[in-house]
């Protein structure tokens, strides 16, 4: 059985979002501010820690004005967020809008709402500084950004437009414009544009920024690697190209890069969002200790941020900590309850514990929160479906195919056909299997979940051709050899049979179950007794409590003569299962062999009050 995939945590590009670099080169500076003195130089055209550090020294000296130290911790705030410290840079803005409410300071505290997804502050912010930037110089390109911001790229670019115009061979307009046309994917356009602002700034990094990000919006993944490598070279205390190839990196698979680029960001200045970031990275690697230590880090130095919490859980729920993973996603949704994310993996969690009915709760919760999120309605008719609730979950499978991508569709309409099959609806089930077949050929779980259908069904051809797909898609299904085994058992195949079996024990040595089911076939095959007998001591051995391991063992000593063993054995199986007619009827077998008359024929009629038929099974069996 599957569940739709947790979305993997990653960065975007900082290129597009960081507050807005372009506005920061159009606003009205004082000539004081852009003195030849180092530190304001650094401070106001710097990047990262190395601006930050500037910066603060220049607000030590508290000798300049109130109204260029403003400036001062506006720069501040641009180059903490250029390194994803948010909640610093937030503050440095707020600091500045509290005596100030300036248009472009709110245009840069909007963005970094932006950055944190607070949407409705970022949206506002937006508003407002559209309010105060009027349509003139010097604030029409800050207006720009803000149009942006607020997805009216078309405004934007008609602003833009007039700037070009009457600064021809000013590379920030070029850029600019070349930036709106990428948010608006106008990306033929956007390449003429950025090209032609790196013709005009052949030194300039931000126009080789905006390539780099063209490119990776237009899927040249490996080019714009090659681009953010370079601006890396140019100008390395910059985190932006940085984290734009941890995020490629991480795309394409190649997480040990990934891991390494946010490291360097990280070895700069920690910040709790490039910790998730490396984290994620770790953790596809399954380097779950150093991906653990990473979110510790990111939980210290910001604990309320949501995805850290959320990736604990999911990295507990990866590791089979469910526990543990129901205290972390519940962590994320106290933080933000509007969050369906953590709330539906949280009933994910309950469910593999068992806890079905609060696994549901949870989801019903998730529902409320959102209620178009196709994985809660596919989880919840996972929880259905275990409960037998057959026309529930088939009601959710129906919707979460609705709303969920057409990826995910065949994995619902797989578990569909199997909530059909439990309602006897055959028809519909293999309607189902077979339509999701047709959309994903290569999963071997569909085949063999139709192999079951087509074996209650007794078309075991059917059954055969499913199970041999199965397993030349997957080669190491192990649960379709074991069926294939029992198919070949069925018809007194037991060399093939056996084989199987072979293969599905190789594949996992501590399966209990294939052992009893081995020792079964070569019981039957009446050639190996000594093997036969060896393969159900280690089932039981491996599943101590399961009747079934106890009943074949049972069987197979009392093919052996060896009637106080299957008596014994028969005894334990009946203890855990009292309704195993087959125990009783071997039991009582033996203990007619023992000289148990009265007492075989008592357990034999008991086998016989449980099924019938039990007699049937044994006429071709040597006793």
Not at 103 to 125: H, I, N, P, Q, S
Not at 281 to 306: F, G, I, R
Not at 526 to 535: H, K, R, T, V
């Amino acid at each position: 059985m599957k569940t739709l995939s947790l979305t993997a945590i990653a960065f975007v590009a900082l290129v597009e979002a960081c507050p807005a670099r372009a506005a920061i080169e159009a606003a009205p500076q004082d000539p004081k501010f852009q003195s030849i003195l180092p530190l304001s130089r650094a401070c106001g055209l710097g990047h990262g820690i190395d601006a930050v550090k500037a910066c603060s020294a220049i607000l030590a000296t508290g000798r300049w004005s109130d109204e260029q130290l403003d400036w001062v911790y506006y720069n501040r705030a641009r180059a903490n967020a250029e390194l994803m410290l948010l909640n610093t840079a937030l503050a440095d803005l707020e600091h500045v809008l509290k005596e100030r409410p300036d248009g472009l300071f709110l245009l840069a505290r909007g963005t970094v709402y932006a950055m944190m997804e607070k949407k409705d502050l970022a949206d506002a912010d937006f508003n407002n500084a559209l309010a105060l930037l009027p349509d003139q110089e010097p604030t029409r390109a800050p207006r720009a950004v803000a149009l942006d911001q607020l997805g009216r790229h078309a405004e934007a670019i008609a602003i833009l437009d007039s700037g070009v115009a009457a600064n021809p061979d000013n590379p920030m307009w070029v850029r600019m414009r070349g930036e709106s046309h990428t948010k608006a994917k106008e990306l033929d356009a956007a390449k003429s544009d950025i090209e032609r602002a790196t013709a005009l700034d052949p030194g300039g990094t931000e126009s080789l920024i905006d390539r780099a990000y063209l490119r990776q919006q237009a899927g040249e993944n490996q080019q714009a690697i090659d681009e953010f490598h370079q601006v890396a070279e140019l100008s390395p205390a910059d985190p932006r190209p940085l984290i734009s190839l941890g995020y490629l990196y991480y795309q394409a698979r190649q997480f040990d890069s990934a891991a390494q680029s946010y490291g360097k960001v990280i070895a700069m200045a920690p910040s709790a969002r490039v910790l998730v970031g490396r984290a994620d990275a770790y953790w596809q690697e399954q380097k779950t200790d150093l991906a653990l230590a990473d979110l510790d880090q990111a939980a210290s130095l910001e604990p309320d941020l949501v995805t850290v919490w959320r990736m604990r859980g999911a990295i507990h729920y990866g590791t089979g900590k469910y526990d543990a993973a129901i205290v972390e996603f519940g962590k994320a949704s106290e933080l933000d309850p509007k969050d369906p994310v953590a709330v539906m993996f949280r009933g994910v969690s309950k469910y593999r514990l068992g806890r079905v009915d609060d696994a549901i709760a949870d989801y019903d919760r998730a529902l409320a929160i959102d209620p178009k999120m196709g994985g809660a309605y596919f989880n919840r008719g996972l929880a259905y479906a275990q409960q037998q609730k057959y026309d529930l979950a088939i009601a959710d499978y129906t919707a979460s195919i609705d709303l969920s991508p057409a990826s995910d569709k065949a994995v619902t309409l797989e578990n569909r056909a199997i909530a059909y099959a439990g309602k006897q609806d055959y028809a519909a089930a293999l309607a189902d299997f077979d339509a999701a077949a047709g959309l994903d050929p290569n999963d071997a779980s569909i085949f063999y979940n139709r192999a079951h259908l087509h074996e209650v069904k007794r078309e075991e051809a059917l059954e055969l051709d499913d199970l041999d797909q199965a397993i030349k898609i997957d080669p190491a299904m192990k649960e379709a050899y074991v069926s294939r085994g029992l198919l070949h058992s069925r018809h007194g195949d037991y060399g093939p049979a056996i084989d199987d079996l072979d293969k599905a024990i190789e594949l996992d040595p501590n399966d209990g179950v294939a052992f009893s089911n081995r020792c079964w076939m070569r019981a039957m095959k009446g050639q190996e007794a000594a093997a036969a007998l060896a393969d159900c001591d280690k089932g039981v051995a491996l599943t101590p409590s399961n009747s079934i391991a106890l009943r074949v063992r049972s069987f197979v000593r009392y093919l052996g003569g060896d009637n106080a063993g299957a008596i014994a054995d028969a005894t334990a199986a009946v203890a855990i299962d009292p309704k195993d007619a087959f125990a009783w009827f071997v039991r009582g077998l033996a203990k007619h062999k023992s000289g148990d008359a009265a007492g075989g024929d008592a357990d034999i009629a008991t086998a016989k009050s449980i099924d019938p038929h039990i007699a049937d099974g044994f006429t071709s069996v040597r006793t």
